[in-house]
């Protein structure tokens, strides 16, 4: 009789149990063996867990002659990939487009999906304005092209700034003793100090001694994001000098 045709089964693991085949005229028996040569009889491959598992397949006739030779039938269930390592990132909001992404471990590459559980294919999360961008990734085994079993969300925060502050401009008589402007912030929040409108040097505060106009420029901290105001309010002390 002829021999059976092969029907090798090659799958993801999900849990559940798989069972590969083989195709003959159903005027010949299909007969299963452990292995190659031997008369010990076996069973088509059938499992539920990760592995590759095979035996061979023969056939027999109605006067009980059989096929010469095997063939041999595998069922290969794939492990899965680790999924990947996220990479969670908060910023304080300065008008740029932001981003951020996750790591695939070696041999895999990231697949992206707009919620936790649909088919909707998604992005890596990016936004300008304040607020929380998710997106969910998986692994992808390059050679199986097997998904990993978790979806792992990815967050983007961007974090709004607080208001810049209210200045408090002083004007004072040359006294000889120093003079010191403020600003006003909510409760809970802190002052910064530059020294130029644009520029990154910073004071300890505003103050003066000698007769002249100083400004200096202020910016609102908020001490739970360590976020800043946008904008820097300037802040001017005008001492006079006497007659």
Known sequence: ??????????????????????????????????????????????????????????????????????????????????PPMTVDRTVCYNGEVQRTS???????????????????????????????YTSW????????????????PVSLTILA?????LAVDVSACYSGEEVEAGAIVPDGFGIIWFSSQEGSDLLDAHKAIEPGRYIAWAVTL????????MERTPVEITIHSLP
């Open 1 to 82: 009789p002829p021999l059976p045709v092969a029907q090798n089964f090659e799958v993801c693991y999900d849990g559940y149990a798989y069972q590969a085949g083989a195709l003959l005229a159903p005027e010949y028996q299909l007969v299963w063996f452990a292995d190659s040569t031997s008369t010990i009889p076996g069973e088509a491959p059938r499992e539920h867990l990760p592995g590759i598992y095979q035996a061979w397949a023969g056939s027999r006739n109605n006067l009980g002659c059989y096929s010469d030779g095997r063939v041999p039938v595998l069922l290969t269930i794939h492990e899965l990939p680790d």
């Open 102 to 132: 996750a790591i695939a471990a070696e041999g895999t590459r990231l697949t992206w999906f707009a919620s936790e559980s649909g088919p909707e294919p998604g992005a890596p999360p990016s936004g300008t304005l304040p607020g929380v």
């Open 137 to 152: 990734v998986s692994s992808v085994d390059e050679e199986t092209g097997c998904l990993s079993a978790e979806r792992l």
């Open 161 to 165: 700034p607080p208001d810049p502050p």
């Open 222 to 229: 908020d001490p739970s994001t360590a976020c800043q105001s």
